[in-house]
Protein backbone atom coordinates (compact mmCIF):
# COMPACT_ATOMS: atom_id res chain seq x y z
CA UNK A 1 0.00 0.00 0.00
CA UNK A 2 1.17 3.32 -0.91
CA UNK A 3 2.12 5.81 1.80
CA UNK A 4 -0.21 8.28 0.84
CA UNK A 5 -3.75 7.67 0.17
CA UNK A 6 -6.87 9.14 -0.97
CA UNK A 7 -8.47 9.25 2.77
CA UNK A 8 -12.47 8.34 2.84
CA UNK A 9 -15.60 8.08 5.05
CA UNK A 10 -15.63 9.45 8.50
CA UNK A 11 -11.62 10.69 8.47
CA UNK A 12 -12.02 12.96 5.27
CA UNK A 13 -14.91 14.60 6.93
CA UNK A 14 -13.09 15.24 10.17
CA UNK A 15 -9.62 16.05 8.76
CA UNK A 16 -8.64 15.75 5.43
CA UNK A 17 -5.75 14.06 3.36
CA UNK A 18 -2.54 13.83 5.93
CA UNK A 19 0.99 12.75 5.08
CA UNK A 20 3.05 10.79 6.77
CA UNK A 21 5.97 12.97 7.75
CA UNK A 22 9.48 11.92 7.71
CA UNK A 23 9.98 12.72 10.99
CA UNK A 24 7.15 9.96 11.61
CA UNK A 25 8.79 8.10 9.97
CA UNK A 26 12.18 8.05 11.76
CA UNK A 27 10.59 7.48 14.99
CA UNK A 28 8.45 4.75 13.86
CA UNK A 29 11.52 2.76 13.60
CA UNK A 30 13.18 2.93 16.92
CA UNK A 31 10.19 2.34 18.61
CA UNK A 32 10.00 6.31 20.04
CA UNK A 33 6.37 7.08 21.39
CA UNK A 34 6.05 4.67 24.13
CA UNK A 35 4.78 1.89 24.41
CA UNK A 36 5.81 -2.03 25.34
CA UNK A 37 9.10 -2.10 24.78
CA UNK A 38 10.44 -0.08 27.69
CA UNK A 39 7.39 0.87 29.43
CA UNK A 40 6.80 0.58 33.48
CA UNK A 41 4.09 -1.86 34.12
CA UNK A 42 2.33 1.04 35.30
CA UNK A 43 1.58 2.82 31.82
CA UNK A 44 -0.35 1.81 28.43
CA UNK A 45 0.25 2.93 25.55
CA UNK A 46 -2.35 3.83 23.00
CA UNK A 47 -1.86 4.94 19.18
CA UNK A 48 -4.77 7.11 18.15
CA UNK A 49 -5.39 9.31 15.49
CA UNK A 50 -6.66 13.13 16.29
CA UNK A 51 -10.22 12.03 16.37
CA UNK A 52 -9.45 9.18 18.74
CA UNK A 53 -7.24 10.80 20.78
CA UNK A 54 -9.99 13.75 21.30
CA UNK A 55 -12.53 11.05 22.58
CA UNK A 56 -10.19 9.16 24.54
CA UNK A 57 -8.50 11.65 26.57
CA UNK A 58 -11.37 11.99 29.21
CA UNK A 59 -11.27 8.33 29.53
CA UNK A 60 -7.78 7.79 29.81
CA UNK A 61 -7.58 10.82 32.67
CA UNK A 62 -10.45 9.11 34.79
CA UNK A 63 -8.64 5.25 34.08
CA UNK A 64 -5.38 6.80 35.91
CA UNK A 65 -7.13 8.58 38.68
CA UNK A 66 -9.22 5.33 39.45
CA UNK A 67 -6.28 2.64 38.70
CA UNK A 68 -3.21 4.43 39.17
CA UNK A 69 -2.62 3.25 35.28
CA UNK A 70 -1.58 5.73 33.01
CA UNK A 71 -2.53 5.83 29.17
CA UNK A 72 -0.23 7.24 26.85
CA UNK A 73 -2.01 8.64 24.01
CA UNK A 74 -0.13 8.64 21.14
CA UNK A 75 -1.63 10.66 18.38
CA UNK A 76 -0.77 10.02 14.46
CA UNK A 77 -1.86 11.20 11.44
CA UNK A 78 -4.34 9.36 9.58
CA UNK A 79 -1.80 7.19 6.88
CA UNK A 80 1.06 7.48 9.61
CA UNK A 81 -1.33 5.50 11.72
CA UNK A 82 -1.82 3.32 9.36
CA UNK A 83 1.48 2.67 8.39
CA UNK A 84 2.66 2.70 12.13
CA UNK A 85 0.42 -0.40 13.15
CA UNK A 86 0.85 -2.16 9.31
CA UNK A 87 4.69 -2.19 10.11
CA UNK A 88 4.71 -2.91 13.69
CA UNK A 89 2.37 -5.80 13.30
CA UNK A 90 4.36 -7.17 10.74
CA UNK A 91 7.53 -6.99 12.74
CA UNK A 92 5.79 -9.29 15.35
CA UNK A 93 7.31 -6.59 17.83
CA UNK A 94 5.30 -3.52 18.94
CA UNK A 95 5.87 -0.07 20.52
CA UNK A 96 1.85 -0.15 21.98
CA UNK A 97 -0.43 -2.09 23.39
CA UNK A 98 -3.65 -1.04 22.19
CA UNK A 99 -4.57 0.63 18.94
CA UNK A 100 -7.35 3.14 17.78
CA UNK A 101 -8.40 0.91 14.16
CA UNK A 102 -10.60 2.68 11.49
CA UNK A 103 -13.68 0.37 10.65
CA UNK A 104 -12.51 -0.30 7.13
CA UNK A 105 -8.76 -1.40 8.82
CA UNK A 106 -10.40 -4.41 11.04
CA UNK A 107 -10.38 -7.15 8.15
CA UNK A 108 -6.82 -6.25 7.13
CA UNK A 109 -5.18 -6.33 10.64
CA UNK A 110 -7.56 -9.29 12.55
CA UNK A 111 -4.76 -11.72 11.80
CA UNK A 112 -2.01 -8.97 13.99
CA UNK A 113 -4.53 -8.39 16.78
CA UNK A 114 -5.93 -10.99 19.94
CA UNK A 115 -9.54 -12.02 20.09
CA UNK A 116 -11.81 -9.69 22.39
CA UNK A 117 -14.70 -12.32 22.65
CA UNK A 118 -15.00 -12.10 26.68
CA UNK A 119 -15.50 -8.62 26.49
CA UNK A 120 -18.42 -9.32 23.92
CA UNK A 121 -20.92 -10.06 26.22
CA UNK A 122 -24.84 -10.37 25.63
CA UNK A 123 -25.07 -7.00 27.95
CA UNK A 124 -22.55 -5.62 25.60
CA UNK A 125 -23.86 -6.28 22.44
CA UNK A 126 -27.18 -4.95 23.25
CA UNK A 127 -25.89 -1.70 23.52
CA UNK A 128 -24.04 -1.54 20.46
CA UNK A 129 -25.86 -0.43 17.01
CA UNK A 130 -26.22 -3.66 14.90
CA UNK A 131 -24.18 -2.90 12.47
CA UNK A 132 -20.78 -2.50 14.75
CA UNK A 133 -21.17 -5.95 16.43
CA UNK A 134 -21.34 -7.07 13.07
CA UNK A 135 -17.99 -5.47 11.96
CA UNK A 136 -16.59 -6.08 14.85
CA UNK A 137 -16.09 -9.34 14.32
CA UNK A 138 -13.76 -10.88 11.71
CA UNK A 139 -12.64 -14.69 10.73
CA UNK A 140 -15.38 -15.72 13.89
CA UNK A 141 -13.61 -13.23 16.72
CA UNK A 142 -14.15 -9.99 17.70
CA UNK A 143 -10.95 -7.61 16.91
CA UNK A 144 -12.16 -4.76 18.19
CA UNK A 145 -14.17 -2.57 20.30
CA UNK A 146 -15.87 0.33 19.10
CA UNK A 147 -15.00 3.76 20.93
CA UNK A 148 -17.13 5.95 18.83
CA UNK A 149 -19.29 5.84 15.70
CA UNK A 150 -20.61 8.20 12.96
CA UNK A 151 -23.13 8.11 10.30
CA UNK A 152 -24.28 10.67 7.71
CA UNK A 153 -28.05 12.50 8.81
CA UNK A 154 -29.84 15.03 7.43
CA UNK A 155 -29.19 18.83 7.56
CA UNK A 156 -31.44 21.42 6.41
CA UNK A 157 -31.81 25.13 6.71
CA UNK A 158 -34.51 25.76 9.54
CA UNK A 159 -34.90 29.23 7.97
CA UNK A 160 -36.18 27.89 4.95
CA UNK A 161 -38.27 25.45 5.65
CA UNK A 162 -40.32 27.37 8.63
CA UNK A 163 -40.81 30.34 6.51
CA UNK A 164 -44.12 30.64 6.02
CA UNK A 165 -44.37 31.59 2.07
CA UNK A 166 -42.26 28.62 1.45
CA UNK A 167 -44.91 26.77 3.63
CA UNK A 168 -47.71 27.65 1.67
CA UNK A 169 -46.06 27.41 -2.25
CA UNK A 170 -44.91 24.09 -1.41
CA UNK A 171 -48.10 22.54 -0.23
CA UNK A 172 -50.02 24.07 -3.19
CA UNK A 173 -47.38 22.56 -5.74
CA UNK A 174 -46.69 19.43 -3.73
CA UNK A 175 -50.12 18.67 -1.98
CA UNK A 176 -48.43 17.39 1.36
CA UNK A 177 -46.78 20.26 4.45
CA UNK A 178 -43.17 21.15 3.83
CA UNK A 179 -41.00 19.43 6.65
CA UNK A 180 -37.38 17.56 6.74
CA UNK A 181 -38.02 14.89 3.93
CA UNK A 182 -37.52 11.47 5.11
CA UNK A 183 -38.38 9.35 1.69
CA UNK A 184 -36.38 9.77 -1.68
CA UNK A 185 -39.52 11.29 -3.30
CA UNK A 186 -39.87 14.00 -0.47
CA UNK A 187 -36.29 14.76 -1.02
CA UNK A 188 -36.44 14.89 -4.62
CA UNK A 189 -39.53 16.79 -4.10
CA UNK A 190 -37.70 19.78 -1.81
CA UNK A 191 -34.28 19.84 -3.18
CA UNK A 192 -36.40 21.15 -6.70
CA UNK A 193 -38.35 23.56 -5.01
CA UNK A 194 -35.34 25.01 -3.26
CA UNK A 195 -33.74 25.61 -6.44
CA UNK A 196 -34.03 28.65 -7.02
CA UNK A 197 -32.73 32.05 -7.88
CA UNK A 198 -32.95 34.30 -4.95
CA UNK A 199 -31.57 37.58 -6.13
CA UNK A 200 -33.07 38.35 -9.08
CA UNK A 201 -30.11 37.79 -11.64
CA UNK A 202 -31.47 35.07 -13.69
CA UNK A 203 -29.11 33.01 -12.01
CA UNK A 204 -29.77 29.97 -9.60
CA UNK A 205 -27.54 30.86 -6.22
CA UNK A 206 -29.74 28.44 -3.94
CA UNK A 207 -29.77 24.65 -5.02
CA UNK A 208 -31.51 22.13 -2.78
CA UNK A 209 -29.08 19.45 -2.57
CA UNK A 210 -25.76 19.16 -3.40
CA UNK A 211 -23.80 15.88 -5.41
CA UNK A 212 -20.83 14.19 -4.21
CA UNK A 213 -19.33 12.75 -6.62
CA UNK A 214 -15.80 12.39 -5.12
CA UNK A 215 -16.38 10.21 -1.96
CA UNK A 216 -18.08 6.90 -2.26
CA UNK A 217 -19.82 6.32 1.32
CA UNK A 218 -23.22 8.63 0.59
CA UNK A 219 -23.90 6.42 -2.57
CA UNK A 220 -23.30 3.02 -0.34
CA UNK A 221 -25.78 4.53 1.82
CA UNK A 222 -28.35 4.90 -0.89
CA UNK A 223 -27.34 1.18 -1.91
CA UNK A 224 -28.72 0.38 1.42
CA UNK A 225 -31.57 3.10 1.29
CA UNK A 226 -32.82 0.88 -2.01
CA UNK A 227 -33.25 -2.29 -0.04
CA UNK A 228 -29.83 -4.00 -0.92
CA UNK A 229 -28.18 -6.20 1.98
CA UNK A 230 -24.90 -7.44 0.49
CA UNK A 231 -23.40 -3.74 -0.18
CA UNK A 232 -20.78 -4.21 -3.46
CA UNK A 233 -19.85 -7.55 -2.62
CA UNK A 234 -20.22 -10.85 -0.43
CA UNK A 235 -16.70 -11.16 1.33
CA UNK A 236 -17.77 -15.00 2.36
CA UNK A 237 -18.71 -16.04 -0.81
CA UNK A 238 -16.63 -13.36 -3.00
CA UNK A 239 -19.80 -12.55 -5.09
CA UNK A 240 -19.51 -9.57 -6.52
CA UNK A 241 -23.45 -7.54 -6.47
CA UNK A 242 -22.55 -4.01 -7.38
CA UNK A 243 -24.43 -4.48 -11.28
CA UNK A 244 -27.59 -6.10 -9.34
CA UNK A 245 -31.33 -3.94 -9.53
CA UNK A 246 -30.57 -2.35 -6.19
CA UNK A 247 -27.16 -0.76 -6.92
CA UNK A 248 -28.14 0.60 -9.80
CA UNK A 249 -31.90 1.60 -8.80
CA UNK A 250 -29.89 3.70 -6.18
CA UNK A 251 -27.23 5.07 -8.77
CA UNK A 252 -29.99 6.18 -10.57
CA UNK A 253 -31.55 8.21 -7.54
CA UNK A 254 -28.54 9.48 -6.82
CA UNK A 255 -28.07 10.96 -10.34
CA UNK A 256 -31.32 11.97 -11.00
CA UNK A 257 -30.44 14.81 -7.85
CA UNK A 258 -28.05 16.73 -10.48
CA UNK A 259 -30.32 19.15 -11.51
CA UNK A 260 -30.88 20.66 -8.33
CA UNK A 261 -27.35 20.69 -7.22
CA UNK A 262 -24.10 22.44 -7.75
CA UNK A 263 -21.90 22.16 -10.94
CA UNK A 264 -18.85 20.01 -10.67
CA UNK A 265 -19.86 17.69 -8.70
CA UNK A 266 -17.40 14.97 -10.09
CA UNK A 267 -14.99 17.02 -7.78
CA UNK A 268 -17.03 17.45 -4.78
CA UNK A 269 -16.06 15.65 -1.34
CA UNK A 270 -16.79 16.06 2.11
CA UNK A 271 -14.96 19.10 2.68
CA UNK A 272 -16.57 21.26 -0.50
CA UNK A 273 -20.28 20.17 0.71
CA UNK A 274 -19.81 21.77 3.87
CA UNK A 275 -18.56 25.13 2.57
CA UNK A 276 -21.24 24.93 -0.06
CA UNK A 277 -24.15 24.77 3.21
CA UNK A 278 -22.11 27.21 5.27
CA UNK A 279 -22.30 29.69 2.65
CA UNK A 280 -26.15 29.46 2.64
CA UNK A 281 -26.10 28.02 -1.61
CA UNK A 282 -27.69 24.81 -0.05
CA UNK A 283 -30.69 24.04 1.53
CA UNK A 284 -30.52 20.63 2.59
CA UNK A 285 -26.68 18.43 2.78
CA UNK A 286 -26.53 14.66 4.10
CA UNK A 287 -23.41 15.26 6.09
CA UNK A 288 -21.89 13.09 8.92
CA UNK A 289 -23.78 13.75 12.24
CA UNK A 290 -20.83 15.10 14.02
CA UNK A 291 -20.61 18.75 12.58
CA UNK A 292 -24.07 19.52 13.87
CA UNK A 293 -22.10 21.14 16.91
CA UNK A 294 -19.20 22.38 15.30
CA UNK A 295 -20.60 25.37 12.63
CA UNK A 296 -18.40 28.07 12.52
CA UNK A 297 -19.29 31.10 13.97
CA UNK A 298 -18.76 33.11 10.81
CA UNK A 299 -21.25 30.52 8.42
CA UNK A 300 -24.51 32.56 6.60
CA UNK A 301 -26.70 29.44 8.24
CA UNK A 302 -25.28 29.97 11.80
CA UNK A 303 -28.23 29.37 14.04
CA UNK A 304 -30.32 28.08 11.26
CA UNK A 305 -29.68 24.40 11.03
CA UNK A 306 -31.25 21.57 11.38
CA UNK A 307 -30.93 17.77 12.17
CA UNK A 308 -32.82 14.87 11.06
CA UNK A 309 -32.25 11.43 10.24
CA UNK A 310 -30.71 9.85 7.18
CA UNK A 311 -33.43 10.04 4.33
CA UNK A 312 -35.33 6.35 3.66
CA UNK A 313 -35.76 4.82 -0.09
CA UNK A 314 -37.72 1.47 -0.59
CA UNK A 315 -35.73 -0.44 1.95
CA UNK A 316 -35.50 2.15 5.26
CA UNK A 317 -33.68 4.14 6.62
CA UNK A 318 -29.94 3.94 5.80
CA UNK A 319 -26.55 5.21 6.93
CA UNK A 320 -23.33 3.94 6.76
CA UNK A 321 -21.21 3.36 10.25
CA UNK A 322 -18.11 5.49 10.73
CA UNK A 323 -16.88 3.79 13.37
CA UNK A 324 -12.86 3.29 15.40
CA UNK A 325 -12.19 0.60 17.61
CA UNK A 326 -9.98 -0.31 20.07
CA UNK A 327 -8.08 -3.18 18.86
CA UNK A 328 -5.20 -5.14 21.33
CA UNK A 329 -1.84 -6.27 19.18
CA UNK A 330 -0.70 -9.90 19.67
CA UNK A 331 2.35 -8.82 20.22
CA UNK A 332 2.26 -7.16 23.87
CA UNK A 333 3.35 -7.99 26.68
CA UNK A 334 0.20 -6.34 28.75
CA UNK A 335 -2.78 -8.27 26.46
CA UNK A 336 -4.98 -7.96 30.71
CA UNK A 337 -4.06 -4.62 31.11
CA UNK A 338 -4.89 -3.38 27.30
CA UNK A 339 -8.31 -5.32 27.73
CA UNK A 340 -9.09 -4.22 31.38
CA UNK A 341 -8.89 -0.56 29.45
CA UNK A 342 -10.76 -1.39 26.95
CA UNK A 343 -13.75 -2.62 29.18
CA UNK A 344 -13.71 0.59 31.20
CA UNK A 345 -13.49 2.52 27.76
CA UNK A 346 -16.68 0.90 26.69
CA UNK A 347 -18.09 1.27 30.78
CA UNK A 348 -17.30 5.21 30.77
CA UNK A 349 -18.47 5.96 27.19
CA UNK A 350 -21.07 8.43 27.73
CA UNK A 351 -17.32 10.46 28.88
CA UNK A 352 -16.97 11.00 24.93
CA UNK A 353 -20.38 13.48 24.93
CA UNK A 354 -18.65 16.56 25.62
CA UNK A 355 -15.21 16.12 23.44
CA UNK A 356 -14.85 18.35 20.55
CA UNK A 357 -16.15 15.64 18.50
CA UNK A 358 -18.74 14.52 20.68
CA UNK A 359 -18.94 10.81 19.65
CA UNK A 360 -19.73 7.40 21.26
CA UNK A 361 -20.69 4.60 20.12
CA UNK A 362 -23.26 3.14 23.15
CA UNK A 363 -26.82 3.10 22.37
CA UNK A 364 -27.57 4.68 25.68
CA UNK A 365 -24.64 6.72 25.27
CA UNK A 366 -26.67 8.62 22.20
CA UNK A 367 -30.37 8.04 24.32
CA UNK A 368 -28.76 10.15 27.14
CA UNK A 369 -28.42 13.47 25.04
CA UNK A 370 -31.86 12.62 23.46
CA UNK A 371 -33.60 15.80 25.38
CA UNK A 372 -30.48 17.78 25.86
CA UNK A 373 -30.45 21.04 23.87
CA UNK A 374 -27.70 21.57 21.32
CA UNK A 375 -27.68 17.83 20.84
CA UNK A 376 -30.70 17.28 18.07
CA UNK A 377 -28.09 15.28 16.32
CA UNK A 378 -27.87 12.32 18.43
CA UNK A 379 -31.31 11.58 18.32
CA UNK A 380 -31.02 11.69 14.18
CA UNK A 381 -27.65 9.48 14.42
CA UNK A 382 -29.34 7.27 17.00
CA UNK A 383 -32.10 6.55 14.31
CA UNK A 384 -30.16 6.28 11.39
CA UNK A 385 -27.62 4.01 13.14
CA UNK A 386 -30.55 1.31 14.74
CA UNK A 387 -32.16 1.13 11.45
CA UNK A 388 -32.33 -2.74 10.46
CA UNK A 389 -31.62 -1.07 6.78
CA UNK A 390 -27.80 0.27 8.07
CA UNK A 391 -25.07 -1.69 7.08
CA UNK A 392 -21.48 -1.95 7.68
CA UNK A 393 -18.92 -1.48 4.55
CA UNK A 394 -17.93 -5.36 3.37
CA UNK A 395 -15.43 -7.22 5.86
CA UNK A 396 -12.58 -7.01 3.07
CA UNK A 397 -8.86 -6.23 3.07
CA UNK A 398 -9.35 -5.26 -0.36
CA UNK A 399 -11.92 -2.48 0.59
CA UNK A 400 -9.72 0.59 0.55
CA UNK A 401 -8.35 -0.39 -3.06
CA UNK A 402 -11.89 -0.80 -4.06
CA UNK A 403 -12.71 2.64 -3.25
CA UNK A 404 -9.94 4.50 -4.37
CA UNK A 405 -9.51 2.30 -7.95
CA UNK A 406 -12.92 1.39 -8.37
CA UNK A 407 -16.00 3.12 -6.48
CA UNK A 408 -14.87 6.72 -6.39
CA UNK A 409 -13.90 6.70 -9.97
CA UNK A 410 -17.08 4.93 -11.09
CA UNK A 411 -19.03 7.77 -9.46
CA UNK A 412 -17.01 10.47 -10.65
CA UNK A 413 -18.06 9.54 -14.50
CA UNK A 414 -21.59 8.51 -13.48
CA UNK A 415 -22.50 12.20 -12.35
CA UNK A 416 -21.05 13.45 -15.64
CA UNK A 417 -23.72 14.48 -18.63
CA UNK A 418 -24.63 11.20 -20.76
CA UNK A 419 -23.07 8.81 -17.88
CA UNK A 420 -24.60 4.97 -18.24
CA UNK A 421 -25.37 4.09 -14.81
CA UNK A 422 -25.71 0.34 -15.91
CA UNK A 423 -22.78 -0.03 -18.29
CA UNK A 424 -20.71 1.86 -15.19
CA UNK A 425 -21.56 -0.92 -12.67
CA UNK A 426 -21.33 -3.51 -14.98
CA UNK A 427 -17.62 -2.29 -15.79
CA UNK A 428 -16.97 -1.82 -11.79
CA UNK A 429 -18.12 -5.68 -10.87
CA UNK A 430 -15.10 -6.77 -13.30
CA UNK A 431 -12.61 -4.47 -12.01
CA UNK A 432 -13.69 -5.65 -7.95
CA UNK A 433 -13.59 -9.27 -9.14
CA UNK A 434 -10.12 -8.79 -10.44
CA UNK A 435 -9.07 -7.16 -7.12
CA UNK A 436 -10.53 -9.62 -4.91
CA UNK A 437 -9.60 -13.24 -7.27
Known amino acids: MTKLRKIRGTRAALFGTAVLSVTALALTGCGAGGGTTGASDDELTVLVEGGGLAELQPIADLYKEETGTSV ?11 DRIQTELGSGSVSFDIAALDAIWLSAFADGVQPLDDLFTDDVKSDLFPGLVTEAQVGGNYVGMPIFTNSEILYYRTDLFNDETNKADFEAEYGYPLAPPSTWEQYTDVAKFFTRDTD ?8 GTDVKGAVETEWLATVSQAGETTMVLDPASGEVTIDDADHLKALDFYTSLLPYAPAGAAQLDWAGSQNLFYQGKLAMMRFWGHAYTQTPDDAAVKGNIGAAPMIAGPGGIAGVPGAWYLSVPTATTKSEAAKAFIAFAYENNELSVDTSLGLVSRISAFESQAEVEGKENYPAILETLNSPATYARPATPQ ?11 MLQKAVEPGADNAALLKEAKAQIEAIIK
Open 72 to 82: KLVELPYDGLY
Open 200 to 207: GDGQVDLY
Open 399 to 409: WQEIVNTVLTP
